[in-house]
T-cell receptor, first 113, second 117 residues
Framework: DQQVKQNSPSLSVQEGRISILNCDYT??????FLWYKKYPAEGPTFLISISSIKDKNEDGRFTVFLNKSAKHLSLHIVPSQPGDSAVYFCAAEGGTSYGKLTFGQGTILTVHP | ETGVTQSPTHLIKTRGQQVTLRCSSQSGHNTVSWYQQALGQGPQFIFQ???????GRGNFPPRFSGLQFPNYSSELNVNALELDDSALYLCASSMAVGGISYNSPLHFGNGTRLTVT
């Protein structure tokens, strides 16, 4: 039972354009959502998060949107840079599982110069 | 601030053997979690330790066990290794209050790549 899904295994964009990464979840107990970025041979690095009491959170070039009714969140990167090329994981927690993240399968983002 | 460090970085074991992986948590953090990341998948929660006791466990068999020490460092032990145990094992630390890390992003180490042949 995959409670967090990232249906796009990969995404390719041009430098300077917008990257949009999507994530769906099924567990209605989840109320805190995070995005992590992972480079090869490194551990995941926390990028940005959003609580279910909000529908948008911004941090520089990164914005996360949450649509609770659709159980959907997305990460927007504007403008995209070649250094953003990495695997992006969506993760969720809530209910009795704080600090115990459920991850999606990841999306490989490639930003072309 | 010292980040999460894991050792060794790579390990090759034979099916049926036992393995111990080690993790030092980020300074100021009191909770350690372990995740298994198979190739092409997202990390999967194995278990979490808080105050030297297991504080939650994912869908992993008992041959996966752990320890947390008074300095908050941790070990992951896997007995009777199987080929499917080949994966990247990630350790993450966080700060918990009362055993619960409310909205506290996990900080991950670079992982140990385990290969079982």
């Amino acid at each position: 039972d995959q409670q967090v899904k990232q249906n796009s295994p990969s995404l390719s964009v041009q430098e300077g354009r917008i990257s949009i990464l999507n994530c769906d979840y099924t567990n209605s107990m989840f109320d805190y959502f995070l995005w992590y970025k992972k480079y090869p041979a490194e551990g995941p690095t926390f990028l940005i998060s959003i609580s279910s009491i909000k529908d948008k959170n911004e941090d520089g070039r990164f914005t996360v949107f949450l649509n609770k009714s659709a159980k959907h969140l997305s990460l927007h990167i504007v403008p995209s840079q070649p250094g953003d090329s990495a695997v992006y994981f969506c993760a969720a927690e809530g209910g009795t599982s704080y600090g115990k993240l459920t991850f999606g399968q990841g999306t490989i983002l490639t930003v072309h110069p | 601030e010292t980040g999460v460090t894991q050792s060794p970085t790579h390990l090759i074991k034979t099916r049926g053997q036992q393995v111990t992986l080690r993790c030092s948590s980020q300074s100021g953090h009191n909770t350690v979690s372990w995740y298994q990341q198979a190739l092409g998948q997202g990390p999967q929660f194995i278990f979490q330790y808080y105050r030297e006791e297991e504080n939650g466990r994912g869908n992993f068999p008992p041959r996966f066990s752990g320890l947390q020490f008074p300095n908050y460092s941790s070990e992951l032990n896997v007995n009777a290794l199987e080929l499917d145990d080949s994966a990247l094992y990630l350790c993450a630390s966080s700060m918990a209050v009362g055993g619960i890390s409310y909205n506290s992003p996990l900080h991950f180490g670079n992982g140990t790549r385990l290969t079982v042949t």
